[in-house]
């Protein structure tokens, strides 16, 4: 169970604060992003709140002002004197924007992956069209397990995170069908050349490593997968990706909103 530092609702064109909704389900888009330290810093703030926008203007939410208006609210509910280490997540749709801030969860080393037959809608965008996944993972201890999304036989991604394979001194991940996040997108300029492959779930046998790359998770290891023989066998990739979010980490610098 997720715990709240905050949850605040409020109308989109006047900013007058509303009664919270979380807008799961919603047409609509959103953004999850780690937010750390005194001082606040938040990792890869610019691409997460650009990549926001533009999802808006496709969704046909009105964008007049929305970045300042966005950063209006932070500095509002965002505290310099407060030690963070949360997710703080802003979501919009045509009415309302959303804006919570709740406890990163620090992950198990042995985190167990769980397929699931289930493909997001529209998985080019970070839409609102997650209550099935939510419901898939309402039901697990997040810190230990994930649940990895299956379609027409296929690992896409996990209901939190991107997914990357490794074997054969290679990175592989899927071609298509999934969301590509903005800290998968960071890394992957930063990463040995990552190649495109559809992961069938009848050949994952073949690969050493299966590595969760995403803003609530970091970079995490699959040690197995439930219900499937598959297990790990080395931690090399997961290592190399590791020290390429920490280089991140490292030179991330306080957010001036």
Wanted: aromatic fraction near 10%; hydrophobic fraction near 40%; include cysteine.
């Amino acid at each position: 169970m997720a715990t709240f530092l905050l949850k605040k609702s409020y109308q989109l064109n006047n900013l007058k604060e509303i009664k919270f909704n979380d807008l799961w389900g919603d047409h609509g888009v959103f953004t999850t992003m780690w937010i750390f330290d005194k001082s606040f810093k938040i990792l890869f703030f610019r691409d997460h709140i650009n990549n926001l926008i533009k999802s808006a203007i496709v969704y046909g939410i009105n964008t007049k002002n929305l970045k300042k208006n966005i950063f209006k609210l932070l500095r509002k509910n965002l505290s310099n004197s407060k030690k963070y280490n949360h997710l703080l997540r802003i979501a919009l749709n045509k009415k309302v924007i959303s804006i919570s801030i709740r406890s990163k969860i620090k992950i198990k080393n042995n985190l167990v992956l769980k397929l699931v037959k289930l493909k997001r809608q529209k998985p080019e965008y970070k839409n609102l069209k997650y209550r099935k996944i939510l419901l898939h993972l309402s039901k697990l201890d997040t810190s230990k397990f994930d649940i990895g999304l299956i379609s027409d036989k296929k690992l896409l991604e996990t209901g939190t995170s991107n997914i990357l394979l490794a074997k054969d001194k290679k990175i592989y991940s899927p071609i298509k069908g999934f969301y590509k996040g903005i800290t998968f997108r960071s890394l992957e300029k930063k990463l040995p050349k990552i190649f495109k492959k559809n992961i069938y779930v009848n050949q994952l046998q073949e690969f050493d490593e299966i590595i969760l790359v995403g803003s609530g998770k970091g970079v995490a290891s699959v040690s197995k997968i439930h219900n499937n023989s598959w297990k790990r066998k080395s931690l090399n990739y997961f290592n190399l990706i590791s020290k390429t979010l920490n280089s991140e980490i490292k030179k991330c610098k306080k957010i001036l909103i």
